[in-house]
């Protein structure tokens, strides 16, 4: 992990631009960040107005900082349109989510183009082709979270969306991401009929080391919320660890009985720093900070940069 730590959201639920209505439902459910849809969820013909209740939905959005779009391919002219939305809406979402990139210069080239409209949100890519997983360094570094596509993947490559086939292109996202402190984002689950399928597999990302997991289904938020958030007693040892080892002057201390020493407190400090990021964007504190925020200016507080700047400034 390099750098300052970037707040990282646990848990993204995707909601298609298909309905105002639903989308600002959406709102009401506990996910860290809110995804408006407009790329496979949308059919060609109703992506018009789906950008038009994109944007009724941005403004309407309680935390536009904590909200996500979803566009169309970078090359394709539903992807310009797109853009154009976002430049010309008086709300701006934190992030923005490319679909189907192959090479780092894409988004650099997204970047250029929301930039010259005056809008610096954080910029994430969906995993799901082969050239962005062989390519996955340059991305990440390029890029201020990844999000992985299990299901464009698997129809590419002829496989099963299964563990095992998948876990190559997890593992290389996990290291690139730990490599540049980018966000690191699971797929959703498809099994939605089998909920012990969710709770392994954000055990098991977790394990790898993604931060999150993202969800078509609102019902999903409490696992992956339980099993991807930290809990008190976890930052309450991390806390412990670094202070144990900077107390021995840097070397070996044992906590608790267990051996910990330089890497360890790396590793602590680093998931302190992460949650305390975490809990200032996407805690209940900040969404506290938020709303009174609203109440007191009668509108929805908005930033032209559309949040953290990030690196920049599927489901």
Known sequence: MTGAARAVPRSILYTPALSLDRVVKAWSYDADVH?????????PADKPAAREVCRAAL?????????????NELGSLAAVRDVQMLADSPVRPGIVLMTMVTSAEEVDLLRRMLASA??????YVTVETVESVSRVDSIARAADGLVFGSADLAATIGVDIGWEAMLAARQAMAMA??????????????RLAEPDVLTEETTRVRALGFHGKATVHPRELDVINRV???????????????????????GIA??????????????????????????????????????????????????????????????
């Open 228 to 250: 991807l958030r930290a809990r008190p007693d976890e930052l309450a040892l991390a806390r412990r660890v670094a202070e144990a080892v900077a107390a021995a002057d840097g």
């Open 254 to 315: 044992v906590v608790d009985g267990n051996m910990v020493g330089p890497p360890f407190a790396r590793r602590a400090r680093d998931t302190v720093a992460r949650e305390d990021a975490w809990a200032r964007r996407f805690g209940s504190d900040a969404a506290n900070d938020t709303a009174t925020d609203t109440a007191t200016d009668g509108a929805p507080a908005n930033d032209d940069d559309g949040g953290d700047a990030g690196k920049g400034g599927e489901a």
């Open 59 to 71: 403004e309407k959005a309680p935390r536009p900082a904590n909200v996500a779009v979803r566009v």
């Open 118 to 123: 005056g809008a610096r949100p954080e910029v």
């Open 35 to 43: 995804l408006i849809d407009l790329e496979d969820s949308v059919p």
């Open 177 to 190: 991401c730990a490599r540049f402190g980018t966000a690191c984002v699971d797929t959703a689950n498809y």
